[in-house]
């Protein structure tokens, strides 16, 4: 292999640890969609200055409970994120990130993860302020944690990486605590107006954003499903497009005809994609 | 703490900026009439209290070496004119449970926000003084026997009796003087020897000598249900099958293990939770699932765990009659039970791919909570295999996970007896399955790694067994329980020794290994403890320090228990014949079927469990073109990037042991096959779990007819030999629950006898897996299979009122040939949907496979193979075994006809026949038997009416 072409490897790191539990269909998924490198790496080797974020191009945050959700999903690992400290330095994991996030790498976060990433204030991470948390995710108004599969639209004037290419998604959420909800009128006026809102649950038939229920599994305001930052490049979602990567994994695929390929995994070809043609 | 750093916590990971308020020492409610606020009892587990100390210990740099606690409570606002009385009846009955949390009750007019609630510690007072305990057994008869009613240690006169005389064993005495103790048994030996000579542990009456008098005539005398019936079938079926045997490790083990392809494993476990479930429904359910993990987990080397599957049995929600004493109300023990298994389930990253309840009003007795879990394995791990065990003298006992606190004592015990008034509070303990996940992530590395020889969970009667079990793999073991991590101070070597607290394994590590063990235990956050040793000295030998709190022979402890005597005595029974007359609107009777309790649709449950976690979901719960069709058996894909697969279905039909639980036992055998077959498996690669629930069935004085009834469990287990050995599935692992009672003052409730059969198979490509919704207008629907009158026990007659005396039988030797052939058939791609028939039979699984397809059916009833049936409604819910539901394309009809028929023309042919064909016209349109149209409803209706049932 050439020196040119060992740049061009793309790598992939997989967090998991303290109730994560979708990373190993997400590393799957990495892989499918044709990173080079894909490493399901535990908290406790961050922490403990095995490995380092800076190795890599795109993490992903899969789903699961961190740390059971016993304080607000997410919330006490969003507070390990802020406060723990990588062993024998000063660093904390949350300056690891922003450094990633400065060197305009790739981070997705889907269900739990994608709630880690709107409690540690990265999402929205209005006007580079990726520390004030300004919207959340909380219980769904069903008050019970579902899983069902759900259609998605997506907003063609987003500048979210990930969904390049696609007008719509059928995936399942599965989650207690996916009701998005706004600090204020104004960031909710805000995500509108920068294209931020990139998944939105809709009806079946007219691709429509609904408040509906089920349709909108959980009532969240405006039918938000995932939104990203301003660069497009850190993405979060509720629905969970590792679930959807073979049709077979479809609720029914035994009565439809149905490309071999999930509709799930085109999120993470885009972002192998792009870290192929822009970051490396 | 400063205010300072209370406020930083307060703002920081307890609570959301976003949409929340906090106070600090002060309180936020208003604008209420009742404040009631909910909090554990001490020693309770409080998930919330633990992960809200570890963040504080993060955000505020302090060590985490638990120097402070955080407890939590919940406060529910009420508005209303409600009485004192009232308001503390909603605390105690509905917003509290007695058992574990404490309440307080405050109106309006007494409350300060300013103050808000004084808070309330829940703090454990143990023995100010650590001590053991000796008892002399040298005693009369009835001394002994309350010695063990008031330990609750659930040991006979029979077996105290044997303790008593090994203690006055000359040779015993000399050995003991060695170690210091005396003549007397410690409290550490007699708990230790309950657990293990425990019916939940030692399964007493599944080994015991049987006089079976089978009400013919004909005595037999049967040397132990569980050698004969269980393993005794599944050494035939092995035999049979000489090199093809494809099962590892049965019966062994923590879990049954098969293979799964030549470089994977598969391990499998049903377990139940019933007595603690029936006190605390949530906490009991929770350590239930979470419990049966560590089976799985535990087994051989460890598994991967990849799929959990839950069967409930209660009593109606709508129970409206008078509650017994300390019983709980059947809706909240099925929003509890759901909701401990659902936390412990997602969260701990295991879909939930299939279940189902069953309602029984006896099951208000007890409620049964079957949790099975899956695990798949590598066949070798570092050059060895990974599905048996081995231990050497000199490797250490460590134990990992969670802590002990006195959480879970005398579960063991207490699940060998029936409920009653002074059934212990301890019992009961809140599984935690964080600390679980934590723990097996890293058990996962350390076994890649190699680091550890032996794993083993730690369940019933916790080190007392994990440790006792596995010291037989090196025989013996030394022990210091001063070691053990303890939740809080104040535990006797007798607690720590038996308790059950949850979330931890035991392993036996080379000395070799302990640092890089425990030091990547340290790295991932996961407590590990050295707590002795394995020896070869033939000694269970515990001490706390220096002193020595047990020593018992490990020959006396495992097989000192002699087998029990018992009788059994069948006498069919003989009920009323219904009398009733065939329905006048067949529409109505269908929809009301479809409504009961047995046959309704489960949606509500089955979407607040995760079963497509991990990736692999190919056959989900719901299937169809709503996705919400009852599918009869789940198909998933441990390996994500193979098309392999695995199927699993359970089978199980308790009211069939009202007439004969011979028949009960066959039927749930082959409702689990069936299932299976249906959706796509092959008796070639299919597995059984046994897991019997029974009402005690030992003669004495508070059960009259345990002669009776353990004829019905010889009965249920002479079917078990039967059927597996006829269909070739062998039993792999199981297990039995025997005291499934309740008995307080004057009221006995007795559960059905009830058998679970849970199957898991190979299915070598998921893509040949199918569904039961109808597909497409114009294919052909067939029932295969023969319908006959066998209405005993079914829905149909339960709907008025009766039982019957005629229940299904299954006839095997048709059935395996239908399995057979239908295998070949979907293997082929010739079936568009399959669909089984049991409760409610036939005309059950028509209206579900056309309202889950999306699309209508004309049948013509005529058409449908029967013997013996001169009634449409009997031909319609009859529940004989072994039928079908397929649609096939008219493309595939010939080659479908031809593999169904067979080539061999000395055997009878297959009951099989086309009965109609699917409409795009959305009706269910049925022909009677005499030709004339004898219903047609709108498939909208039908599903309506299955649907409304347990739509809360």
């Known amino acids: 292999m050439t020196k040119a072409n060992i740049n061009k490897i793309v790598k992939s790191i997989v967090i998991t640890g303290n109730g994560t539990n979708c990373e190993v269909e997400m590393a799957h998924a990495c892989r499918l969609a044709g990173s080079d490198v894909v490493d399901i790496v535990h908290i406790s080797e961050l922490l403990?200055?095995?490995?380092?974020?800076?190795d890599y191009h795109f993490l992903n945050l899969p789903g699961g409970f961190l740390d059971g959700d016993d304080l607000g999903s997410a919330k006490a690992g969003a507070n390990r994120i802020l406060h723990a400290t990588i062993r024998g330095t000063e660093e904390k994991l949350y300056d690891q990130m922003t450094r990633f996030i400065r060197d305009g790498k790739l981070i997705l976060g889907v269900c739990n993860g994608f709630q880690l990433l709107v409690k540690l204030g990265l999402l929205p991470g209005?006007?580079?302020?990726?520390?004030?948390?300004?919207?959340?995710?909380?219980?769904?108004?069903?008050?019970?944690?579902e899983d069902r599969w759900v259609h998605l639209a997506v907003n063609q004037e987003s500048p979210c990486i990930y969904t390049r290419g696609t007008k719509y998604l059928y995936l399942p959420?599965?989650?207690?605590?996916?009701?998005?909800?706004?600090?204020?009128?104004?960031?909710?006026?805000?995500?509108?107006?920068?294209?931020?809102?990139?998944?939105?649950?809709?009806?079946?038939?007219?691709?429509?954003?609904?408040?509906?229920?089920?349709?909108?599994?959980?009532?969240?305001?405006?039918?938000?499903?995932?939104?990203?930052?301003?660069?497009?490049?850190?993405?979060?979602?509720?629905?969970?497009?590792?679930?959807?990567?073979?049709?077979?994994?479809?609720?029914?695929?035994?009565?439809?005809?149905?490309?071999?390929?999930?509709?799930?995994?085109?999120?993470?070809?885009?972002?192998?994609?792009?870290i192929r043609s822009q970051l490396i | 703490f400063s205010h300072e750093e209370l406020t930083k916590v307060a703002a920081g990971p307890l609570s959301d900026a976003v949409i929340q308020h906090y106070v600090i020492d002060g309180g936020l409610a208003n604008n209420f009439d009742w404040l009631h606020e909910v909090g554990f009892r001490p020693g309770v587990t409080d998930n919330v209290g633990k992960t809200a100390r570890e963040a504080m210990e993060l955000l505020l740099g302090r060590s985490p070496d638990r120097t402070f606690s955080v407890h939590t409570s919940r406060q529910y606002l009420l508005r209303g004119t409600l009485g004192r009385e009232e308001a503390e009846r909603i605390a105690a009955n509905l917003l509290a449970n007695d058992l574990i949390e404490r309440y307080e009750v405050i109106p309006r007019q007494d409350w300060d926000t300013g103050k808000g609630m004084a808070p309330f510690i829940p703090r454990v007072t143990g023995s100010e003084q650590i001590r053991t305990e000796e008892i002399d057994l040298d005693v009369n008869e009835e001394a002994l026997s309350a010695i063990s009613n008031e330990r609750v240690l659930a040991l006979t006169l029979e077996e105290m009796q044997i303790l008593r005389d090994y203690l006055r064993d000359p040779a015993v005495r000399e050995e003991r003087k060695k170690v210091g103790l005396g003549a007397m048994i410690t409290d550490g030996e007699l708990e230790c020897l309950a657990q293990t000579w425990s019916e939940h542990c030692k399964h007493k009456i599944f080994n015991a000598i049987i006089i079976y008098d089978g009400g013919d005539g004909h005595t037999e005398t049967i040397d132990s249900l569980f050698k004969t019936c269980i393993k005794g079938s599944t050494q035939q079926i092995r035999e049979k099958m000489g090199a093809k045997d494809w099962c590892l490790s049965v019966f062994v083990d923590n879990a049954g293990v098969i293979r799964f392809n030549e470089n994977y494993s598969l391990v499998f476990k049903v377990e139940t939770h019933n007595s603690p479930s029936a006190l605390d429904p949530y906490g009991g359910a929770l350590t239930g699932i979470v419990g049966v993990n560590r089976d799985p987990f535990g087994t051989g080397y460890g598994a991967k765990l990849i799929f959990n599957t839950d069967v409930f049995c209660f009593a109606p929600p709508d129970y409206d009659k008078t509650l017994p004493k300390r019983i709980l109300h059947p809706r909240r023990i099925y929003e509890g039970v759901r909701e401990g298994v659902e936390h412990g389930g997602n969260k701990s990253g295991i879909p939930t791919i299939n279940g189902c309840l069953v309602f029984d009003e006896?099951?208000?007795?007890?409620?049964?909570?079957?949790?099975?879990?899956?695990?798949i394995m590598p066949a070798m791990i570092q050059g060895k295999p990974t599905h048996t065990k081995?231990?050497?003298?000199?490797?250490?006992?460590?134990?990992?996970?969670?802590?002990i606190g006195k959480d879970g004592i005398h579960g063991a015990t207490f699940s060998s007896e029936e409920l009653h008034e002074g059934s212990p509070v301890t019992a009961v303990q809140i599984g935690d399955p964080i600390t679980q996940k934590k723990m097996t992530d890293f058990l996962l590395k350390a076994r890649d790694l190699g680091l550890y020889r032996c794993i083993t969970d730690n369940g019933a009667g916790g080190l007392s067994s994990s440790v006792g079990e596995t010291a037989q793999l090196s025989g013996g073991c030394d022990l210091d329980l001063k070691c053990a991590p303890l939740k809080y101070p104040g535990l006797n070597p007798w607690e720590i020794l038996i308790s059950e607290s949850q979330e931890r394994m035991t392993l036996a590590i080379d000395p070799v290994r302990i640092d890089a063990f425990l030091a990547l235990a340290a790295k991932m956050g996961v407590e590990a403890t050295v707590l002795g040793k394995y020896t070869d000295s033939g000694f269970f030998h515990v001490r706390y320090g220096n002193q020595?709190?047990?020593?018992?022979?490990?020959?006396?402890?495992?097989?000192?228990?002699?087998?029990?005597?018992?009788?059994?005595?069948?006498?069919?029974?003989?009920?009323?014949?219904?009398?009733?007359?065939?329905?006048?609107?067949?529409?109505?009777?269908?929809?009301?079927?479809?409504?009961?309790?047995?046959?309704?649709?489960?949606?509500?449950?089955?979407?607040?469990?995760?079963?497509?976690?991990?990736?692999?979901?190919?056959v989900k719960p719901l299937v169809g073109s709503m996705n919400d069709g009852p599918s009869d058996a789940a198909v998933i894909r441990p390996l994500l990037d193979t098309y392999e697969g695995i199927v699993v279905a359970n089978g199980i039909c308790p009211r069939y042991s009202d007439i004969d639980a011979y028949h009960m036992a066959a039927c749930a055998i082959d409702e689990a096959v069936r299932n299976a077959i249906a959706t796509g498996a092959s008796l070639d690669h299919l597995a059984g779990l046994d897991n019997f629930c029974w009402c005690d069935p030992v003669q004495s004085e508070k059960t009259p007819d345990g002669e009776y009834k353990l004829a019905q469990l010889v009965r249920a287990n002479k079917a078990v030999f039967d059927y597996t050995i006829a269909y070739g599935v062998p039993c792999i692992s199981g297990k039995d629950s025997m005291k499934n009672d309740y008995a307080i003052d004057n009221t006995k409730i007795s559960i059905p006898p009830t058998l679970l059969f849970s199957v898991i198979g190979k299915i070598a490509d998921v893509r040949q897996a199918v569904t039961m919704d109808a597909k497409r207008a114009g294919d052909?629907?067939?029932?295969?299979?023969?319908?006959?009158?066998?209405?005993?026990?079914?829905?149909?007659?339960?709907l008025h009122g009766y039982v019957g005396n005629t229940c299904p039988r299954v006839d095997a030797e048709k059935a395996k040939r239908l399995y057979t052939a239908l295998a070949r058939a979907i293997g082929k791609g010739l079936v568009a949907s399959c669909h089984d028939c049991s409760d409610g039979g036939l005309g059950v699984a028509l209206a579900e496979t056309a309202f889950a397809g999306g699309l209508g059916m004309e049948i013509d009833l005529d058409r449908v193979p029967q013997e013996g049936i001169d009634r449409d409604d009997y031909l319609l819910f009859s529940e004989s075994q072994s039928r079908f539901v397929a649609t096939v394309s008219p493309d595939h009809q010939k080659e479908f006809e031809e593999i169904l028929r067979g080539e061999d023309s000395n055997m009878s042919p297959i009951a099989f026949d086309a009965v109609g064909e699917i409409t795009a016209s959305p009706f269910l349109s049925l022909r009677g038997t005499t030709g004339e149209i004898l219903m047609r409803e709108?498939?909208?209706?039908?599903?309506?009416?299955?649907?409304?049932?347990?739509?809360?």
Not at chain 2, 367 to 373: D, Q
Request: glycine fraction near 10%.
């Open chain 1, 126 to 145: 209005f006007d580079g302020d990726y520390l004030t948390q300004t919207v959340t995710l909380s219980f769904n108004d069903s008050g019970r944690f």
């Open chain 2, 390 to 403: 081995e231990i050497c003298p000199g490797d250490l006992v460590v134990m990992t996970g969670g802590r």
């Open chain 2, 548 to 618: 020595t709190v047990a020593y018992l022979r490990m020959d006396f402890l495992h097989n000192g228990l002699p087998q029990m005597n018992l009788r059994a005595r069948w006498a069919p029974p003989r009920r009323e014949e219904p009398a009733f007359p065939p329905p006048a609107d067949m529409g109505q009777a269908l929809k009301e079927m479809l409504s009961r309790l047995n046959i309704c649709s489960k949606e509500s449950v089955v979407r607040q469990y995760d079963h497509e976690v991990q990736g692999g979901s190919v």
């Open chain 2, 938 to 952: 709108s498939i909208a209706d039908l599903k309506a009416a299955w649907q409304k049932t347990l739509s809360f």
């Open chain 2, 780 to 798: 052909i629907v067939y029932v295969l299979g023969e319908t006959r009158n066998e209405m005993g026990a079914s829905e149909w007659f339960a």
């Open chain 1, 48 to 54: 403990h200055g095995e490995k380092r974020l800076d």
């Open chain 1, 173 to 274: 959420v599965r989650h207690g605590e996916g009701k998005f909800i706004v600090r204020d009128p104004s960031v909710l006026a805000r995500l509108h107006k920068e294209g931020r809102i990139v998944l939105q649950y809709s009806g079946a038939d007219d691709g429509a954003p609904t408040m509906t229920y089920p349709a909108n599994p959980n009532g969240a305001i405006d039918a938000i499903a995932g939104i990203c930052n301003d660069t497009g490049r850190i993405f979060g979602l509720m629905p969970h497009p590792e679930a959807y990567l073979h049709r077979t994994n479809h609720p029914r695929w035994t009565r439809e005809d149905l490309p071999e390929m999930g509709m799930g995994l085109i999120i993470f070809q885009n972002a192998v994609d792009f």
């Open chain 2, 362 to 375: 006896r099951f208000l007795g007890k409620p049964l909570v079957y949790c099975g879990t899956g695990g």
